[in-house]
């Protein structure tokens, strides 16, 4: 796909997970290029530096006039870069996206509400002849699959990264594994399952929670078929939504059921002691998020994953020693140590072709 020239709407909330859906476009997509992101409170810095201390030359700006500035030409699409709780779309948003659809440029929203059906902006975007993608819009029953039990017929190494909470990293480190694994010389797909992934381009992918409960585990296990059947990949990677025991959003059960994962990876967020959004609720120890996982699922969890927001690169090392000593099993930084350790246990489970040397 030929990428769209894209600004990034993430007022007030670049520095907290509710800016998630940012955080991903700013790091990686294939549908977009992104040329600025909109938040006032840090304008004037870039992007990836503010993020990651990487910078890629993105920069943050106070507002969309100074950002439409920024593109190669006019229109190009505004992206609501925001993940609020609840998937409400707050005041300052629909000023801007108003703003937006009045300059000609085609809104893509991944919130609960649906800009394509609100009364004001359905015929403002009529009347300036742009579109307004709602990309959590629940697709048509009849588009939906039933569970067929069929998802050994894929011979790709089925990987699934799940976490301990949400908004802990578990896209990143999908995209991060799949690019790795493509590097290495492995063909490899990353399944989305969240509308950030299909933002940031995932050819195979579905929004879990815009899904009628009876069709998830179907849905799941077509997406993977899909991606089997369509580009025979020697790897899928399956990104994980919310945690299994997160008190809002539990999440992960129904994964495991239907993709069937060859490998288990859980993503750990060894600085945050409480779930995101929760303040008063504390995490519950590894030892219990590892059991109850292990317990419902029949399987083993084969890796840990470290997101390592928070840590310095001693204590995310430390971290990783100290989990490895507890659990006997790999303890990844993958944005520091890399990937080699994982896909060795990939390689492990190859069923395509031999490992490559």
């Given at each position: 796909?030929?990428?769209?020239?894209?600004?990034?709407?993430?007022?007030?909330?670049?520095?907290?997970?509710?800016?998630?859906?940012?955080?991903?476009?700013?790091?990686?997509?294939?549908?977009?290029?992104?040329?600025?992101?909109?938040?006032?409170?840090?304008?004037?810095?870039?992007?990836?530096?503010?993020?990651?201390?990487?910078?890629?030359?993105?920069?943050?700006?106070?507002?969309?006039?100074?950002?439409?500035?920024?593109?190669?030409?006019?229109?190009?699409?505004?992206i609501v870069g925001l993940?609020?709780?609840?998937?409400?779309?707050?005041?300052?948003?629909?000023?801007?996206?108003?703003?937006?659809?009045?300059?000609?440029?085609?809104?893509?929203?991944?919130?609960?509400?649906?800009?394509?059906?609100?009364?004001?902006?359905?015929?403002?975007?009529?009347?300036?002849?742009?579109?307004?993608?709602?990309?959590?819009?629940?697709?048509?029953?009849?588009?939906?699959?039933?569970?067929?039990?069929?998802?050994?017929?894929?011979?790709?190494?089925?990987?699934?990264?799940?976490?301990?909470?949400?908004?802990?990293?578990?896209?990143?480190?999908?995209?991060?594994?799949?690019?790795?694994?493509?590097?290495?010389?492995?063909?490899?797909?990353?399944?989305?399952?969240?509308?950030?992934?299909?933002?940031?381009?995932?050819?195979?992918?579905?929004?879990?929670?815009?899904?009628?409960?009876?069709?998830?585990?179907?849905?799941?296990?077509?997406?993977?078929?899909?991606?089997?059947?369509?580009?025979?990949?020697?790897?899928?990677?399956?990104?994980?939504?919310?945690?299994?025991?997160?008190?809002?959003?539990?999440?992960?059960?129904?994964?495991?059921?239907?993709?069937?994962?060859?490998?288990?990876?859980?993503?750990?967020?060894?600085?945050?002691?409480?779930?995101?959004?929760?303040?008063?609720?504390?995490?519950?120890?590894?030892?219990?998020?590892?059991?109850?996982?292990?317990?419902?699922?029949?399987?083993?969890?084969?890796?840990?994953?470290?997101?390592?927001?928070?840590?310095?690169?001693?204590?995310?090392?430390?971290?990783?020693?100290?989990?490895?000593?507890?659990?006997?099993?790999?303890?990844?930084?993958?944005?520091?140590?890399?990937?080699?350790?994982?896909?060795?246990?990939?390689?492990?489970?190859?069923?395509?072709?031999?490992p490559i040397s």
């Amino acid at each position: 796909m030929t990428p769209t020239p894209a600004i990034v709407y993430c007022a007030t909330c670049m520095d907290s997970t509710r800016g998630k859906t940012a955080h991903g476009l700013i790091r990686f997509t294939e549908r977009f290029e992104i040329h600025a992101v909109v938040d006032h409170v840090y304008a004037g810095q870039d992007a990836g530096t503010f993020l990651d201390n990487v910078p890629n030359g993105i920069p943050i700006v106070a507002d969309l006039n100074d950002a439409l500035s920024l593109l190669p030409e006019p229109g190009g699409a505004f992206i609501v870069g925001l993940a609020t709780d609840g998937g409400v779309l707050p005041d300052h948003a629909r000023t801007a996206v108003h703003q937006a659809i009045s300059h000609g440029m085609d809104v893509y929203c991944g919130l609960h509400v649906f800009l394509s059906e609100d009364s004001e902006f359905a015929p403002l975007a009529e009347q300036y002849g742009v579109r307004l993608i709602d990309v959590r819009k629940p697709p048509h029953r009849s588009d939906l699959h039933f569970y067929e039990g069929r998802i050994q017929e894929v011979d790709a190494v089925r990987v699934l990264v799940l976490g301990t909470d949400s908004a802990s990293g578990k896209r990143t480190t999908s995209w991060v594994l799949r690019n790795a694994l493509r590097d290495k010389g492995y063909t490899a797909e990353m399944i989305g399952t969240g509308q950030t992934a299909w933002l940031q381009g995932a050819r195979f992918s579905i929004r879990l929670d815009t899904l009628v409960n009876d069709f998830v585990a179907g849905e799941i296990e077509h997406v993977v078929r899909q991606a089997w059947q369509e580009a025979r990949p020697d790897v899928v990677v399956v990104e994980g939504q919310g945690a299994l025991l997160h008190p809002a959003y539990p999440g992960g059960l129904e994964l495991v059921a239907a993709v069937k994962p060859d490998i288990l990876l859980l993503q750990d967020v060894p600085a945050r002691t409480t779930f995101d959004g929760f303040p008063d609720l504390p995490m519950p120890a590894m030892e219990r998020q590892i059991a109850a996982l292990e317990i419902l699922t029949d399987r083993k969890v084969d890796a840990l994953t470290i997101n390592p927001k928070g840590l310095s690169q001693t204590e995310s090392s430390a971290v990783c020693s100290s989990l490895e000593a507890r659990f006997h099993r790999p303890a990844v930084d993958i944005f520091r140590e890399g990937c080699d350790r994982l896909i060795t246990l990939v390689e492990s489970c190859l069923r395509t072709r031999e490992p490559i040397s």
